[in-house]
């Protein structure tokens, strides 16, 4: 490799831009996005590459930066700028200081998801400052909102400006993880997402006068609603996702208890209840109770299928319902180049690890997007995937600088290759 591209400057570099961006904070119910789109502009407008900070709303900004190449299929490197809250007092160091300790940095956002948006942002300068020649376009994406929806983040994006994001290869959030199970190895990609239906649930009164009739009448309505749906187990369905799945990990799948729940997620249709909305009073004792429910189900079920166990499920309740959300699932190519570049580009700055295909634990913002996205920030196998799933969202969030530095790596030099001329 050319040290001249590579080199100890550049990874001091990328752990200064990651501490950068968890210092600004940037909690999603804050409306602080548009500093750290700021922040990213000004270390893009240096090195040439200009890009737009689109802010729908105050303080929710995104950012899209762009450089140009020849015709070949479209490169987007995407991620989100705002986290979740935290609870200070829980941290053993400021979760917005960016603590380095025992090769560790400290602090919202280093998994989730301000390290790929380092990896990518890293990948763009590295390009443009040494004059890398490109065959295709190369998009920087850096969203608002993921966490709160993405309202006005990547839905508002797509819905308003979706001649900027253009149909090609992506890599998103959600995998790069590593398992190991005895002597094997593997590294999550997630290259799909469950669909999501929501249905509101409206229990009416029977029109009595005494509170306590009509509190008896309607809870016995809602507790044979809970217990359906507590009961509902689907049957096992299998996509192309979860096969390739099983085809790899195999008998690990079962000794392995991440490994396990991820086969059991990626197999089964989940039904739980969202949110009540009770709003009985004594001046209004036939108000109706509201109760919605979240069905997340496998790709490539159709809506009349879904639609069609909800009704079995609510046969018999004497309630009505209806639709309120429906986003469909997708699978991505998992037998495309791209991806065996990114496997192959891994293994080349780390010990060899199978690529291990999931379906996304959760809703991304590729779900937007929906074709050929990879949800892979690459990382050692210093930080486990059980690791992760305890630090995300949770109290003491890290990443190794060993990892930080790998994963901009394997970003860089796998599109360096796709991409160059």
Known sequence: MQNSIWNKE?????????????????????????????????????????????????GKGNIIAKLEGGNETPIVIMSHLDVVDVESDKWIYDPFEAVIENGKIYGRGTLDTKHLTVMGLITMILLKRNNVKLNRDI???????????????MKYLTEHYPHLIPK???????????????????????????????????????NVNDIFEANSNTLVKLSKIVEKVASYQSGKIICSISNRFKEIAGDCIHKDETLSNLWEYMIHNTLTIKEFNITRSIENLNDPIEIFLNFRFIPGISREDITSIIEEILEDTNSSWEITQYVDGY????????????ERKSNEFSKNIKMLPIIALGNTDGRFIRHNVYGYSPLLD?????????????????ITIDSLLYGSRVIFETIRELASE
Do not use: M, W
Not at 139 to 153: H, I, K, L, N, Q
Not at 382 to 398: A, C, G, R, T
């Open 168 to 206: 090609g290869y992506v890599i998103n959030e959600g995998g790069g993880f590593v398992i190991k199970v005895d002597d094997k190895i593997f590294r999550t990609c997630a290259c799909g997402e469950k669909g999501v239906l929501e249905v509101k649930v409206r229990i009416e009164s029977d």
């Open 10 to 58: 550049v990874e001091r570099e990328i752990v200064s831009i990651l501490q950068s961006l968890i210092r600004i904070k940037t909690i999603s119910d804050s409306n602080n996005e548009t500093k750290a789109a700021e922040y990213i502009k000004n270390l893009l407008k240096k090195e040439g590459i200009e890009s737009h900070i689109i802010e729908p709303v105050e």
């Open 382 to 398: 210093d930080i486990p995937f059980s690791k992760v799933l305890e630090k995300v969202h949770s109290h003491n969030e890290y």
């Open 331 to 342: 699978e991505s190519n998992i037998n495309d180049s791209f991806i065996r570049t990114l």
């Open 139 to 153: 998009y920087f994406v850096a969203t608002a909102d993921e966490e709160s929806g993405s309202t006005y983040g």
